[in-house]
């Protein structure tokens, strides 16, 4: 039986991390390379990585990031953040990073899905979606919409038709993840990541609002989420991976248990 | 010498990485001549078995392999490499493949379901084996240790006696097969942490010898 993975989501800006990671003992640890060693070590599944440098001197920095990771942790990772071409996914994933997400570069331009997909492989692309609550319409008919610029802008786009729509182009998966919930720590948007997981055939993740134990537990198993990406739940401290493994698996939520 | 088979299915670096980590010496190569004189070879690959069975069949590759496989020489086949060792998978309207091992790679079937809820395709993320027959590739792997998995076809040998490993995903399915000097996994060791790291350190010790 298929485990559900815990993700955590790393913000690098120039090569750094834009918040500094603190393990026990109150460390503060401002290098990806080394907060990856560490959450590989800790247990997690799978490592997210989102760029948000500006300027194509950072971007050369950040596949220097990438190149490092790759040498240093033995799981899957992904690397998102102002991916727009088949070139920026190639250079990403001859680095080597496992997948590549797009995000607003597929809002503007649907084929890079497809062409990544047949470049890479479907296993290599992930969509991912930020996605706002706007009440049910007739452009909008899931009551959900799809967002660029951090929710600044709105694109007219139904949430569920996209997903629907990356899945027929090639995407792989599809992290979810919504501006609502997101950095409230007030839990995940459950009813948005239960619509989408439960309406395509590939695999969610879902992201955007973990703060407590009990909201990966209600994520991956009411709202059917494959996988849940985490932040600050655990870059501050709050809970290591495996004490939030142990709940789910005590709650009967199939994880990896040993790595 | 550990060389790994480069045909142009995917990133073949993560494989290469990983050895390196174990300070286990590797090359990555599309040399016939290289590869028959490795002491070891890793046919790894992600990606389509059509165009990968093109890419062997057009390189001559296809010969290669298939002469390492009668040579005694360990070999370990990874996710597209397992699949292309077997005599047809379904991708691509029916490829003809190596024939290495008898049987064929099928699709993941519709409808497949786990504890009521429908199973996605690809079969993505972290999965248990249950691991047969004491293969040495697979020493102090502990039963419960998971691998990670992504694949949308699985192998179904015809003879049981080939499989060396199973995992569930709505159906049970051949995760690991062998035959004499052969050893092909479905799931990625080089992305499966410790334990596939540590199966990766078992292969390059192995002397190609299983008795079954």
Known sequence: MLSKRIIPCLDVR??????????????????????????????????????????????????????????????????????????????????????????????????????????????????????????????????????????????????????????????????????????????????????????????????????RKEDLLDVLTTAKADAALIASIVHYGTYTIAELKEYLSGNDVKVREIW | MIAIVDYRAGNLTSVARALQSLKVPCVVTDRADELLRADRVIFPGVGAAGEAMRNLRGSGLDACIRKIAESGKPLLGICLGTQVIFEYSEEDSRTSCLGIIPGGVKRFPEGLKEKGDPLKVPHMGWNRVQFRGNHPLFEGIPGNAEFYFVHSYYPAPSNGSDIVGETEYGIRFASAVSRRNLVAVQFHPEKSGRYGLRILDNFSRWDGNYAQ
């Open chain 1, 14 to 211: 120039d090569g750094k991390l834009t918040k500094g990671v603190k393990f026990k003992g109150n460390i503060d640890i401002g290098d990806p390379v080394d907060v990856a060693r560490s959450y590989y070590e800790q247990g997690a599944d799978e490592i997210v990585f989102y760029d948000i440098t500006a300027s194509s001197e950072g971007r050369d920095i950040m596949i220097d990031v990438v190149k490092r990771v790759a040498e240093t942790i033995f799981i899957p990772f992904s690397v998102g953040g102002g991916i727009r071409t088949l070139e920026d996914m190639r250079s990403v994933i001859l680095a080597g990073a496992e997948k590549v997400s797009v995000n607003s570069g597929a809002v503007e331009n649907p084929k890079i899905i497809s062409d990544g997909a047949v470049a890479f492989g479907c296993q290599c692309v992930v969509l991912g979606m930020d996605v706002k609550k706007v009440g049910k319409s007739a452009k909008i008919p899931s009551g959900y919409e799809i967002v660029i610029q951090g929710g600044r802008k709105y694109m007219g786009i139904d949430a569920l038709w996209w997903a629907r729509e990356a899945e027929n182009l090639g995407a792989g998966e599809i992290c979810l993840n919504s501006i609502d919930a997101d950095g409230t720590r007030e839990g995940y948007e459950l009813e948005l990541t239960h619509l989408i997981a439960t309406n395509v055939r590939i695999p969610v993740i879902a992201s955007g609002g973990a703060g």
